[in-house]
Structures are given as C-alpha cells and as structure tokens.
C-alpha cells in the first residue's frame, strides 16, 4: 500500500513550470558571465590607471573611454564592419576545413598504430614551425586571396583537433567495444555509434582550442599578404592612417570575435555532452 501510494503521489505531483526551469539556466548564466565581467572591469580599472599615472599621449596609449568611442565610431562609419566579416569568413572557413581534416586524420591515427608512426613526426614537425615563417611562403605559392587565408586558418587549427581526436578514440573504454562486437557492429558503426560519442568531450575541448588559433592564423595570414580584414586594419591604422584609438578598437574587435565563437563551441560542448550531475 505504501508503494502503491508513494506511486500515486510521484503521479500527480506537477511537472516544474517554464520559470522554475529558467531559473537554474539564468543561475548558470550569472555564474559563468560573471567572472568574466569581473576580469574585464578590473582590466579596464587597470588600463586608465596605467594611462593616468604615466600620463601617456593618446598616441601611445589611449584611454578606455576613448577607445569605446573609437570602436563604436568605427562600426557606424563602416570602417571595422567590412574588415570584421572578411577576417569572420577566413576563420570558419579555416576552422571547418581543419576541424574536418584534425578529426579525420586523427580517427586515422587512433585507429592504425602503422598510420600514426608513419605520419606523426611529419604531424609535429608542422606543428613545431611557426605559422609566421609558413605564411609568407603559402602566400607566395597561392597567392595572397581567400584560399591561401583559409589555408593558413586551417593549418594552426589542425593540429590540436587531431590530437584531440586521436587521444579520445584511444581513451574509449575497451568493454563498450567489446559490447558492440558483441552485437555484431561492423567498424563503422563501432566507430559512429560508440567511438565518437564517447569521444566527444576530447574533440570538442580541442575545438575550443582550434577556434582561438583560427582567428589568430587568420589575422596573421592578413599581415602575410592580404586587401581586407582585421588585420589589415591594423596596418593600415599604424600606418598609412596613424589612428591609434582605431588600432585599440580594431584589437578589442578581435578579441570580442574569439571570445565569442569560444562560447559558442561551449555552449554546443553543453549540448552534446552530458557531465554527471
């Protein structure tokens, strides 16, 4: 009777309304917004300080306040927003082309230990020399337009997503494998239906860290050679232009696009992975 009631009572007791469900969300949303908010107030009391105390020239160092203004004058007078959507372009572009090449290739090493000692020297050695030495030199192979950018995009983002990759697969607990062969799963399904969703948390933490190398592959493929982007701008502000309040702004602009596709990858790593609670 006991159980029988308990069960009753389990059975009207009223499903949690949209505002109790949102109230855990904004709580999340505080928690994680909030440091973040924080730093960045510190940095900017830090930022005027500096600028107060060494009474610097706005063509040295300009304060926060001028800035701020310089980043809102330049997206209403159309001056960053051009370059924005360009320097954007190159780094989805780079990141879909090396996010799919990084987890390709490291599905391949996980999976053939003859693959992995044959390519991963090559792999390192890549890695190891400096974009700023391999940009020049796709740029004069490929010339200096889209291509060669997303090129240099997709070869900083590259590495981290293989290894990634590579180290999730081989993390896979040996029994759930055991499981699929035991249920006569070929190597595909294997692979799709238990090998990389257990993998997951790996590939996505190592996108988060492809995303971040995109955007700066992108802006130093703009240095390399380059008509348009943020990185262009910052030549052109330091240069030709000598507005340095448009340099602040055009960095700030940069730094607000690689925090942002950072939350991105985050919030669908929230998504699609499901932490303990």
């Known amino acids: ?125 890549a890695q190891a020399t400096p974009i700023l030495a391999l940009a020049p030199l796709i740029a004069l192979w490929f010339g200096t337009g889209l291509g060669s950018r997303v090129l240099i995009c997709a070869l900083i983002c590259f590495f981290p997503i293989a290894v990634g990759t590579m180290v999730g697969i081989r993390s896979v607990d040996p029994k759930l494998i055991e499981l699929g062969r035991s249920f006569r799963a070929n190597r595909r399904q294997r692979l799709m239906r238990i090998e990389v969703p257990s993998a997951l948390p790996q590939i996505l933490g190592s996108l988060r860290i492809g995303v971040t190398l995109a955007v700066v592959g992108a802006i130093v493929a703009e240095w390399a050679g380059g008509d348009s982007g943020l990185g262009v701008l910052i030549n052109l502000s330091r240069g030709s232009m000598f507005d340095i309040p448009l340099m602040f702004a055009t960095l700030m602009t940069i730094g607000l696009m690689g925090v942002a596709l950072y939350l991105i990858v985050v919030a669908i790593e929230r998504r699609l992975v499901r932490t303990p609670s």
């Open 1 to 125: 009777m006991a159980a029988t009631g308990s069960k009753a009572e389990a059975a009207v007791t009223p499903a949690p309304t949209e505002r109790e469900t949102r109230g855990p969300r904004w709580r999340r949303l505080v928690h994680d917004v909030a440091p973040v908010a924080g730093a960045a107030l510190l940095f900017v009391v830090v930022w005027q300080a500096i600028v107060i105390i060494g009474d610097y020239p706005t063509y040295i160092l300009p304060g926060p306040a001028v800035v701020a203004e310089r980043f809102v004058s330049g997206w209403t007078d159309g001056i960053i927003g051009p370059h924005f959507w360009t320097t954007l372009t190159e780094v989805l572009l780079g990141l879909a082309v090396g996010g799919l090449a990084g987890i390709l290739t490291g599905i391949l090493l996980a999976r053939s230990r003859v693959a992995a000692r044959m390519l991963s020297p090559y792999i390192v050695a």
